[in-house]
């Protein structure tokens, strides 16, 4: 009964969203957290003091992804009416107008770089916008940015899923980077097949077999250095596999290598160098601050997590206010519960590096004040509903974490392991997708369901750093289906009520990701690691 009650907010929660006339995410998803809360009160007898502060800390840690979203939208606004969006497309254009140049340039290389400084969704809300000014259509951008975004998220962060997400389980340096090193293995098998399913979400099959040559260099640009760096570090192999795979791309699509030849359409002769200069200025600016705030061996990313205390009040019952020298702002003891959310604000890729760039940029664009009145004004209209989407997600996936080992999410996690036994490494990575899904985060996925897939493996005679693995890879794969960055790229790029029909075309890649992550694990790691 706990299994069957646990799992079923999913499956109605999938169901309202794919059916016909789906319910969009923002009527879904608090309808989900209200039948969740109704099963914690008639069933699992949870007490008001401790939902009242999970409600409370949802409220508060939905501040992260929604001004991600936030930033995001403004620099896409400001981006589309300063001109920068316009000069970019003709210029990507002029570099090569093949429109599967274009998707992997932007949609496979761009993303996997700026995954490797920040994930957080940022990927597909940076890159996304790119691609739909070059004309692509909105709604297969969002799906294509969703199944690309996956190969690189387990290093994403500057490696935060591997390092912090298994930090509870208390592994040794050399298992970590063992864990590292497989999880990038699986990766980079998929990666010869996902981009391809990604591609033909917006072009044809015979598009593809036609730039198949310029696709694999692009991703062999990206996961070959990508899948070396793992061998001795799980910091840097997505962000320096992005960097060299894109500059590679970017030769290759230069000099037409591997790309079946097109006539350029477009006006890219008033593009001068100047004006190309000028209009990656903001996007250059954005990159470099994200990369700088996130280097361990410089003292930003210290100084932005900062926890040490420099403020703090009682509000009441609600619980301790605190403020650090990191400026993270702390709820601690909500209703005199051990619930506490906290919100970083200078770490969350929000107002840095979002709104600062924009705040810097605007005066070198010549913006007006009423141009600047309505990218602030537009932006904060457009979150509106995003808002209510997250808040009830959230509210969701916290209250399903209630309880410790008897949760719902645990529960349905150690019935799938128990099942399955020693067939789990088909499983496993699907756990991890799972974590993905609810969480919206990698990290928070290797959090939630590291214990479990490490008690799994354990009893079952299975490798831990194999099963670690899977789970890594499962909380990466799950990205494409989560409904907190889908309700984000789907926000960026004004789709309304979409996120359904965006779930039924990302679930299928899921899988196929899936079925490669227990192929590789059960037939290429043995052959290099001794499992």
Same mark, same amino acid.
């Given at each position: 009964m706990a299994f069957a009650l646990s799992i079923f907010p999913i499956i109605l929660l999938i169901y309202l969203m794919v059916k016909r006339n789906a319910l969009p995410s923002y009527v879904a998803l608090p309808w989900i957290a209200v039948v969740v809360l109704m099963i914690h009160l008639a069933y699992f007898g949870t007490d008001i003091a401790t939902i009242s502060a999970n409600v409370t800390a949802s409220i508060v840690a939905v501040q992260t992804p929604i001004t991600v979203i936030?930033?995001?939208? %403004?620099?896409?606004?400001?981006?589309?009416?300063?001109?920068? +969006?316009?000069?970019?497309?003709?210029?990507?254009?002029?570099?090569?107008?093949?429109?599967?140049?274009?998707?992997?340039?932007?949609?496979?290389?761009?993303?996997?770089?700026?995954?490797?400084?920040?994930?957080?969704?940022?990927?597909?809300?940076?890159?996304?916008?790119?691609?739909?000014? %070059?004309g692509f259509n909105p709604i297969k951008v969002a799906v294509l940015a969703l199944i690309m975004n996956s190969v690189p998220v387990s290093f994403g962060a500057v490696g935060t899923p591997t390092w912090f997400g298994f930090g509870p389980l208390k592994l040794g340096e050399n298992e970590i980077l063992t864990i590292g090193s497989m999880t990038a293995l699986i990766h980079s098998v998929a990666a010869f097949i996902i981009p391809l399913m990604a591609l033909r979400v917006i072009v044809s099959w015979k598009e593809i077999r036609q730039n198949l040559m310029f696709i694999y260099i692009s991703v062999f640009g990206c996961v070959v250095p990508y899948f070396i760096i793992a061998q001795f570090n799980y910091e840097f192999p997505a962000l320096v596999g992005g960097a060299i795979g894109l500059l590679i791309s970017v030769f290759a699509a230069n000099r037409n290598i591997g790309l079946v030849k097109m006539e350029n359409h477009l006006d890219s002769n008033a593009v001068t160098t100047s004006q190309v200069i000028k209009a990656l200025l903001p996007t250059g600016m954005l990159i470099s601050i994200l990369i700088i705030t996130r280097i361990q061996q410089l003292p930003f990313k210290a100084w932005m997590n900062d926890t040490t205390t420099w403020f703090t009040t009682r509000i009441g019952s609600l619980g301790d206010f605190e403020i650090s020298h990191g400026l993270v702002f702390s709820l601690k003891n909500i209703f005199d519960t051990s619930v506490s959310a906290s919100y970083k604000l200078l770490y969350v890729p929000a107002f840095i590096p979002f709104v600062i760039t924009v705040l810097i940029v605007i005066p070198l664009f010549s913006m007006t004040f009423k141009?600047? #009145?309505?990218?602030?004004?537009?932006?904060?209209?457009? +979150? #509106?509903?995003?808002?209510?989407?997250?808040?009830?997600?959230?509210?969701?996936v916290n209250l399903m974490l209630v309880g410790g080992e008897t949760s719902m999410v645990k529960t349905i996690g150690k019935t799938f392991a128990e099942t399955t036994g020693e067939h789990w490494t088909w499983f496993s990575s699907y756990l991890g997708a799972v974590g993905a899904f609810f969480s919206g985060s990698n990290t928070v996925s290797n959090l939630t369901f590291g214990s479990v897939q490490l008690s799994t493996a354990e009893i079952t005679g299975l490798s831990t750093a194999l099963v670690l693995a899977l789970q890594s890879v499962g909380g990466a794969m799950g990205n494409m289906v989560c409904i907190n960055n889908i309700v984000a790229v789907s926000s960026v790029l004004g789709t309304n009520n979409q996120e359904g029909n965006i779930i039924k075309q990302t679930v299928l890649p899921m899988f196929v990701y899936g079925i490669i992550a227990a192929l590789v694990a059960l037939f290429i790691i043995p052959l290099f690691f001794n499992v």
């Open positions: 936030f930033g995001a939208i %403004l620099f896409n606004k400001f981006s589309e009416m300063s001109g920068v +969006t316009n000069v970019l497309r003709r210029w990507l254009g002029n570099i090569n107008p093949n429109p599967v140049a274009q998707l992997m340039i932007i949609g496979w290389a761009f993303a996997f770089m700026i995954e490797g400084a920040s994930g957080f969704g940022t990927p597909a809300a940076i890159a996304a916008p790119i691609l739909v000014g %070059l141009q600047t #009145k309505e990218i602030f004004g537009d932006s904060l209209r457009r +979150t #509106k509903n995003p808002f209510i989407a997250l808040v009830g997600a959230l509210i969701m």
